[in-house]
Every structure is written in structure tokens, then in C-alpha cells.
């Protein structure tokens, strides 16, 4: 199913190369005379963010090595390679060379082409005298580049515009060429993704580059490392142990490599996410900025996003593409040479956007005004990981926290441990953490269909749990020591919280206590005020169940909500207000 999606979506791109082609960085062009003479070695790199980059260029693709080489340095590409297969310089250089020849050879061995020809005549003169590279080399300066690392290259006439390759001659003669090789595979079956049958079967699936975490040279989806898991008798034949026909392996490995590298990919977590439709669609653009950080120069692009999402849910209406369209979505991570599907999620565009607008409405919490209005899903993620980085977001966190939104079920137990144990180990409830914690209550309540009144954004005047009304109460014993002593370095949330929010009963008498002298600090309304506000908190506490001895982990996420809200009314003025008129 994932695989004939992809495969669905090559087919609607025109943009993405055709059976053969692929998109690869080339780094110089080798400028040549007809009679096979370097002119130039013309440096095409682009510079992005202060470094030089390869640039994209459309490149043959006759096997694997158009992603990833062997060790056997056997396995040139055709008229464009690393600098050690077409100048033979390196490990292995002569062998690389050589390589490099017989494959023009044998594929554009029967073309007369000047272009090719000023190839052959070139890569001959450097087999005859390797030294002669080394001087080429040296002759453009480029000497140190080349001693760092192993540049992509491909060919040129001075008189032309194009690569080689890409002359008329050339790439109808290689074309055929390789039309020819599909049919004369040894190899033939039915495709599991088209189902067509009697075709030809890929032996060995492409590389597929991007996953985070992933080997550099690229990893597999499809593919077998042990006996255990292949077909009886089909060792030596790899492409009928799971047949995919060539066209349809090129295709889906080709769409998910451009998904890969485009603004259709997250990172949530260790999970590298993609995203399509089944035609052009709005969602498409919209889901890096709904889950991803917004760029440092337009901070409001995912505030933007959001909004533009709940007026499409609200009105039934996109932009571009419709209701029913069908949307993916794919979460991948690394594992070996391998990559593992971590989630795959379908569903039409309006289901889609109505599950994530409930995930934004579960997050929705009264904050500070110099924070952001929505969560995206990597600071929501960071938020409960320690120090706030994302190298120790928990592993699988990200992908079930994703599948959770895109399935509309309740958020994974892990988030709101993990929110809670953050909150305990440093003292601290932040933004995130009270979004995570209200969200994953939220859900809970809805999906068991407990009795349990939800939780508001703001602060819950009428919420008798006491857990909530706990931490409600720790605020404002808090909030008492700060205005009796102003500048104080460290509270009690620096000593107690932790105490407070899980065993309650060795704590709450002596902070009770040491309230009273802050209390006597204070100017006299004040005092009155916090003083009925105190009362109106434990008024829900009968005289036996008030403190608790322990609290569970559900209410200690409870504690931090109820902290959270407190001291969130106690700096809104709104809030303040109401709160006191109420008293």
C-alpha cells in the first residue's frame, strides 16, 4: 500500500525524473575539445548559508551505484562520476578508470557521437598516463578540493550547453539502450505494486537517502539480509523474493528520495516524516509549517498555517485540492542498512484536518504573550525532553505522539510521564509541559468516557480534583513568599515541588505554616485577599482527606496543571480581577 502510493505520486510528478534519470549534486564539469582535451574544469557548486554545495543536475542512472558504490570499484556510472572513477585518482584508481570505460563502452560503445567520442579519447589518455591527472589537477588549482574529498564530475563540449549526456543522440541511443537491458532481464514476474504481469523484476531496490540517522550512502525498505527471511530457492534471486518490476522500483525509491529532500519533510523526533496527496493539494505545503518550527525570519508562518486550517475545516472548503482527496502520511527511522516504517497513516483531507485542529485545540493553554500562539510538534517534543534538546527527545516518542494526531486517538502514556518527571526534575512547569499535560488528560477523559469534567486553557475556578486544587494551592503559597520577600533568589517550588506534587502530606503542614509569616508581611488587603483565596482552595479538602499521602501520576500531572494555571491568573490582570470578584 505504501509503496503503490508512492508509486501513484511519481506518476502525477511531472517534475521528478523519468525511468533512468535521477537527480544527483555535481560538483564540476569537465570541458572538452573534440579531440578530447581538457579546457576547463568548471566549478558549478552553489553557495548556500557561507559553503559551496553541489549543484542538482539531471544524471543517467544505469544501477545502484547512482546512489551508492560498492568497494569493488567496479561499478562506474555512465558519463558522470566521482573524480577517482573518471580521473582514476585514489584507492583503486586504475580499476575505477577502467571501469569507468567499459561501462561507456557497453552502453554507448555503437554511437557515433562527437561527445562521446572526446570522452573515450579523454579517459584513454589518462589510462595510458595516470600522471597526467595529478598535472590536470594542479593545472586549475584544484588540488586541495580534490585531496579533501572525492568531487562529482560530469562531461561537456566547449561548443555546447549541455552535459554530454544530455545531447539528443546520446540520451535517445542510451534510452533504447537501456529499454533493451529491462527486457533482456533474467528475471520476470508479476509487480505486487502495478500488478502487471510478466514484467520485468528489479534485482536489487534503489537507495533511499534523507532518513535521519540513516547510513550516508542510503538504506533499503525492501530488502533481505539473512535465509530466514527469503523465499525457498530464491537466494540468487533477489527480485522474486518480494517482485517489483523495474519501472515501479525506480518510481517509488525516486519519489520517496524528492519527499525526502523537499518542504514535504519533518523531522518529528527520530522519525523522518513525509507527506502527499493524491493530486496537488493544500495540505501538501501546509504540514511542515503546521509540525515544524517556523523560520527565524517569519516567525508568524505557523500561526498562519494553523489559522488557515481551522478556516478550511470550518468552512469545508481548501484552497487547492478537495475534501475527499486522500492524504499520506510517512514516518521512517533508521535501523542498520535497513529503514523501518515507524507509521503510516491515510485519510482524506478533511478527516486529516479535522484531527489535527482537535491536536491544537488540546494544546490550547493560556500562556505568556511572548510565547508562541501554537505549538509546533518539535518544540512541543523538546519541552518534555531534558535540558530542551532534541537529541534527548526519548526514542519512539515522536512517531506515536504523530500517530496519535493523525489518528485522532489519545496521545502515547511516554508524553505524560515524561512531562511530569520534567516538571519534578526541574522544578519547573513551562509552556509545553502544561500543553502536553492538559492534551494527554483531555484525551484520556474523552476516550474512556470518564465522568471527569475536561480541563480548561485557563485557570478552573469550579475543578475540585485534588490534585488540581493542590497545585493550585502550591502557586499561591508561592506567589505569597515572592510578594512578602521581593528579589528572593529561590522559592519553595526550588525545594518542595517535588515533595508537594507526589507525597503531599510530608510537606503541605510546613508549607502551610511558613505562609502565615509571609502572610503577616504583607500590606493588609492583600493579605485578605490571598488569605481567601487560600480558603476558597482547601475548601474542597474535607478535614480527614486534606493532605493526601500520595498522589498517583495521573494527579501529579493534575498538581501541575492546577500550579500552572494559578500562577498564569496571578500575572493576567483579566484573570486577577475575576478571580477576586469572585472571592
Known amino acids: 500500500m505504501i509503496l503503490k502510493a508512492l508509486n501513484r505520486y511519481y506518476e502525477r510528478s511531472e517534475s521528478l525524473p523519468r525511468e533512468g534519470w535521477v537527480r544527483r549534486g555535481v560538483d564540476y564539469v569537465v570541458v572538452l575539445n573534440a579531440q578530447g582535451e581538457c579546457i576547463n574544469l568548471e566549478s558549478i557548486g552553489e553557495l548556500k548559508k557561507g559553503k559551496t554545495v553541489p549543484s542538482e543536475r539531471l544524471v543517467t542512472a544505469i544501477g545502484k551505484q547512482a546512489m551508492k558504490h560498492t568497494n569493488s570499484g567496479k561499478d562506474a556510472n555512465l558519463l558522470w562520476d566521482n573524480a577517482s572513477f573518471v580521473f582514476g585518482t585514489g584507492n583503486k584508481g586504475a580499476t575505477k578508470l577502467t571501469s569507468f570505460i567499459d561501462t561507456l563502452q557497453g552502453w554507448l560503445g555503437g554511437i557515433n557521437d562527437p561527445g562521446v567520442e572526446a570522452v573515450k579519447l579523454f579517459c584513454l589518455n589518462l589510462k595510458k598516463r595516470p600522471e597526467a591527472a595529478g598535472v590536470l589537477i594542479e593545472r586549475f588549482q584544484l588540488k586541495k578540493d580534490f585531496d579533501k574529498r572525492d568531487p562529482v564530475l560530469t562531461f561537456r563540449l566547449v561548443e555546447d550547453v549541455e552535459s554530454v549526456h544530455l545531447r539528443p543522440r546520446v540520451r535517445a541511443a542510451y534510452e533504447a539502450a537501456l529499454i533493451a537491458t529491462q527486457f533482456g532481464s533474467p528475471v520476470r514476474g508479476n509487480c505486487l505494486v502495478t500488478g502487471q504481469i510478466d514484467v520485468p523484476l528489479a534485482l536489487n531496490e534503489s537507495v533511499i537517502k534523507g532518513v535521519w540517522g540513516g547510513q550516508p550512502a542510503g538504506c533499503n525498505i525492501v530488502s533481505f539480509n539473512a535465509r530466514a527471511f527469503e523465499s525457498y530457492g530464491k537466494r540468487e534471486r533477489n527480485g522474486e523474493n518480494a517482485p517489483v518490476s523495474t519501472q515501479a522500483s525506480f518510481a517509488y525509491t525516486t519519489a520517496l528520495n524528492h519527499l525526502l529532500s523537499s518542504s514535504q519533510r519533518i523531522q518529528v523526533g527520530d522519525a523522518s516524516t513525509v507527506f502527499w496527496a493524491e493530486e496537488p493539494h493544500d495540505l501538501e505545503s501546509a504540514m511542515s ?274 500550579y500552572y494555571h494559578q500562577r498564569q491568573a496571578f500575572f493576567t490582570k483579566s484573570e486577577s480581577k475575576n478571580q477576586e470578584e469572585c472571592q
Open 289 to 562: 509549517d503546521l509540525f515544524g518550527d517556523p523560520p527565524k525570519d517569519d516567525p508568524d508562518r505557523n500561526v498562519r498555517a494553523v489559522e488557515s486550517l481551522y478556516s478550511a475545516v470550518h468552512t469545508g472548503k481548501f484552497a487547492e485540492g478537495g475534501l475527499s482527496t486522500r492524504f499520506h502520511v510517512l514516518g521512517l527511522a533508521p535501523n542498520a542498512a535497513r529503514i523501518s516504517i515507524r507509521f503510516w497513516e491515510t485519510a482524506t483531507a478533511l478527516e486529516l484536518g479535522e484531527r489535527i485542529k482537535q491536536h491544537f485545540d488540546d494544546l490550547e493553554i493560556v500562556h505568556a504573550d511572548y510565547e508562541p500562539r501554537y505549538l509546533s510538534l518539535s518544540r512541543l517534543l523538546r519541552g518534555v525532553a531534558l535540558l530542551n534538546k532534541a537529541e534527548n527527545i526519548p526514542p519512539n516518542i515522536g512517531g506515536e505522539v504523530m500517530r496519535a494526531i493523525l489518528e485522532g486517538l489519545p496521545y502515547p502514556a511516554t508524553l505524560l510521564n515524561q512531562a511530569v518527571m520534567r516538571c519534578r526534575a526541574e522544578q519547573s512547569v513551562t509552556y509545553a509541559r502544561a500543553a502536553a499535560i492538559k492534551a494527554s488528560l483531555n484525551r484520556q477523559i474523552r476516550f474512556r468516557q470518564s465522568p471527569e469534567k475536561e480541563f480548561l486553557p485557563m485557570l478552573d475556578l469550579g475543578n475540585t480534583n485534588p490534585g488540581y486544587r493542590l497545585g493550585r494551592l502550591f502557586a499561591t503559597l508561592e506567589k505569597i513568599q515572592e510578594d512578602a520577600n521581593p528579589g528572593l533568589n529561590a522559592t519553595i517550588r526550588d525545594r518542595y515541588y517535588g515533595a508537594a506534587s507526589s507525597t503531599p502530606s510530608a510537606v503541605f503542614s510546613t508549607l502551610l505554616r511558613l505562609s502565615k509569616h509571609h502572610l503577616g508581611k504583607l500590606p493588609g488587603g492583600l493579605e485578605v485577599v490571598r488569605e481567601r483565596l487560600i480558603g476558597e482552595i482547601m475548601g474542597g479538602f474535607s478535614a480527614d482527606s486534606f493532605p493526601p499521602r500520595v498522589l498517583p501520576l495521573a494527579d501529579q500531572a493534575r498538581f501541575a496543571l492546577g
